[in-house]
C-alpha cells in the first residue's frame, strides 16, 4: 500500500542531544511532526519513525503486532545513542507506552521521558473478548481524531484492526509490568477531557515508576490528541523547557524567523 501523505517519517540532524519521537496506536508522524519541528528548531536532533502497519491502509496494520512497532523506536534509539551525547524518548498514547519500554529496559540510556495522554490498558467492554472476537470480526470503528481544535484532523485510520487490538492489549500488560523500572525524570502532560485514554491510566502509570523527579501537566483545552490541538504550544514549550533543565545548554533559541516554522500547527 502507498503511504499516505504527511504519513512520512521525520528526522533532523541537530546538536549532541536527541529526542525519539512515538506516535500513536493507528495513527502515524503527521501527528507529532509540528512537535517534531518545534524541537528541531531549538537545535536538537530528532527523530520521529514511523511504526509498522502504520500510515498506510489499516489492513496493513491487521498483520503487524506490538513486537513490530517496538522494534521499530527500539532499533532507532541505538541509532541515535551511537551519535548522540544523550537521549530522550517521548510519545504520544500508545506511543507514551513505547517510550515508557524503552525507559525501562535502556536505563542510563535515556536520560528523561516526556508522555502525552499515555495508555496503559486496552478499555471498553469488548476487551476481554478480543482473544475470541478478532477472529470473527476483522476491525472496528477508529479512534483518530479526538481533538477539540475546529477543522484539525489527525491522519489516522477509520478503523481498528482486532488482531493488533489484541496485540496492543499484551502489550499494555507488559510494559505496566515493567513501569516500575522506570527511573529516569518524567515529563507527562494529560487532558483532562480524553475520550480515548481516561485519566485513570496516566494516575495508573504514575502510581507504578520509580522515578523522583515526576512533573504532571494538565492540558485543559485538549483532547486525546493534544499534539495538534489547542495546548500544543504548550506541550512543545514544556517538553522543551524539561529537556533543556536536564541537559544544559542542548536547546538553543531558533533562528530569526524560524519559530514559527518550526512551532507551527
Not at 18 to 39: I, K, N
Not at 127 to 144: C, F, M, Q, S
Not at 151 to 157: D, M, R
Request: charge should be negative; glycine fraction near 10%.
Amino acid at each position: 500500500m502507498p503511504l499516505l501523505t504527511g504519513a512520512e517519517p521525520f528526522r533532523h540532524e541537530g546538536g549532541e542531544t536527541a529526542v525519539l519521537l512515538c506516535h500513536g496506536f493507528t495513527g502515524s508522524p503527521q501527528s507529532l511532526r509540528p512537535w517534531a519541528e518545534h524541537l528541531a528548531g531549538h537545535g536538537l536532533t530528532v527523530s520521529l519513525p514511523l511504526l509498522p502497519g502504520h500510515g498506510t491502509h489499516w489492513k496493513d496494520l491487521r498483520v503487524t503486532g506490538w513486537q513490530d512497532w517496538y522494534a521499530e523506536v527500539d532499533r532507532e534509539l541505538r541509532l541515535l545513542r551511537d551519535r548522540s551525547a544523550r537521549v530522550f524518548v517521548a510519545g504520544l498514547s500508545m506511543g507514551g507506552a513505547l517510550a515508557l519500554r524503552l525507559a525501562a529496559l535502556h536505563g542510563d540510556a535515556v536520560s528523561g521521558v516526556v508522555v502525552v495522554n499515555p495508555a496503559n490498558k486496552v478499555h471498553g467492554v469488548a476487551a476481554h473478548a478480543l482473544p475470541v472476537l478478532r477472529h470473527l470480526v476483522p476491525a472496528t470503528k477508529g479512534i483518530a481524531s479526538d481533538i477539540a481544535k475546529p477543522s484539525t484532523t489527525e491522519l489516522g485510520y477509520d478503523r481498528v484492526p482486532l488482531h493488533a487490538a489484541h496485540s496492543l492489549r499484551n502489550f499494555f500488560r507488559l510494559v505496566d509490568g515493567e513501569l516500575p523500572r522506570v527511573t529516569q525524570p518524567l515529563l507527562l502532560l494529560r487532558s483532562p477531557q480524553d475520550h480515548v485514554v481516561p485519566p485513570a491510566d496516566s494516575a495508573r502509570i504514575l502510581g507504578r515508576v520509580s522515578s523522583v523527579d515526576v512533573t504532571e501537566i494538565l492540558l485543559e483545552q485538549s483532547y486525546h490528541v493534544a499534539t495538534l490541538d489547542h495546548d500544543a504550544e504548550r506541550i512543545f514549550r514544556e517538553s522543551s523547557a524539561f529537556i533543556g533543565r536536564l541537559a544544559p545548554g542542548a536547546v538553543k533559541e531558533p533562528a530569526l524567523g524560524e519559530e514559527g516554522t518550526t512551532a507551527g500547527g
